[in-house]
């Protein structure tokens, strides 16, 4: 007879993100080392039985799944403190049970996206240096700091001294991410990058 062999069991927490709407639940098991951001529904039907499975909630309005953590955004009409409990049981189920996460392939999807996005904007070499400099800087400082309240920032294109990045998970629709944004990231690349005159996001 096969010894079963004992998992260690699953532990989960929640965290407060700076945006009231979305909250951060953090656990003990990796889900996916990368980062997948779920705003329509569709999409999460398409991509991720985990996420798809939140949108079953009728308070979840986005799902955002990155390496040990789920950040889930509520509908305004729902309080936390009515649904945290039963959608922290929810998630650490879900884990325990060993639903899937994320279908295969769903990394080569986005990437494909994401170049398709990309590719109607042509850098000139030195815009293209400039580029790698904004991208690495935002990589570097920006995204540690972002991922700890359970968001997600993406570089998207660099214009005409305008960097536009994107925004996912708690951060999108946060009210302190357009200060973050302005007084903090704007400000270190202008630093950094003098040709950078502006930062502007969008939803991502």
Same mark, same amino acid.
């Given at each position: =007879?096969?010894? $079963?062999?004992?998992?260690? $069991?699953?532990?989960?927490?929640?965290?407060?993100?700076?945006?009231?709407?979305?909250?951060?639940?953090?656990?003990? &098991? =990796?889900?996916?080392?990368?980062?997948?951001?779920?705003?329509?529904?569709?999409?999460?039907?398409?991509?991720? $039985?985990?996420?798809?499975?939140?949108?079953?909630?009728?308070?979840?309005?986005?799902? !955002?799944?990155?390496?040990?953590?789920?950040?889930?955004?509520?509908?305004?009409?729902?309080?936390?403190?009515?649904? =945290?409990?039963?959608?922290?049981?929810?998630?650490?189920? !879900?884990?325990?049970?060993?639903?899937?996460?994320?279908?295969?392939?769903?990394?080569?999807?986005?990437?494909?996206?994401?170049?398709?996005?990309?590719?109607?904007?042509?850098?000139?070499?030195?815009?293209?240096?400039?580029?790698?400099?904004?991208?690495?800087?935002?990589?570097?400082?920006?995204?540690?700091?972002?991922?700890?309240?359970?968001?997600?920032?993406?570089?998207? &294109?660099?214009?005409?001294?305008?960097?536009?990045?994107?925004?996912?998970?708690?951060?999108?629709?946060?009210?302190?991410?357009?200060?973050?944004?302005?007084?903090?990231?704007?400000?270190?690349?202008?630093?950094?990058? $003098?040709?950078?005159?502006?930062?502007?996001?969008? =939803?991502?």
């Amino acid at each position: =007879m096969d010894t $079963p062999i004992t998992k260690s $069991p699953v532990l989960l927490y929640t965290e407060q993100t700076p945006n009231p709407e979305s909250l951060k639940f953090v656990t003990n &098991r =990796m889900l996916y080392k990368g980062t997948a951001d779920f705003r329509e529904e569709a999409l999460a039907r398409e991509w991720s $039985p985990m996420a798809s499975a939140m949108f079953d909630l009728p308070y979840v309005k986005g799902v !955002y799944i990155c390496n040990n953590f789920v950040t889930l955004t509520k509908e305004f009409n729902y309080a936390w403190e009515d649904v =945290m409990l039963k959608a922290k049981e929810y998630i650490k189920k !879900y884990i325990e049970e060993g639903g899937e996460v994320l279908k295969e392939g769903f990394a080569d999807a986005m990437a494909k996206i994401e170049e398709e996005r990309g590719a109607s904007y042509e850098y000139s070499e030195d815009e293209a240096e400039l580029v790698k400099k904004i991208k690495d800087l935002i990589d570097t400082y920006v995204k540690p700091a972002v991922e700890m309240d359970g968001g997600n920032i993406e570089f998207k &294109r660099f214009q005409e001294g305008i960097v536009t990045v994107v925004l996912q998970g708690s951060c999108s629709g946060c009210p302190s991410s357009t200060v973050t944004l302005k007084s903090g990231i704007e400000g270190m690349l202008k630093r950094m990058v $003098p040709e950078v005159k502006e930062v502007v996001a969008e =939803m991502g």
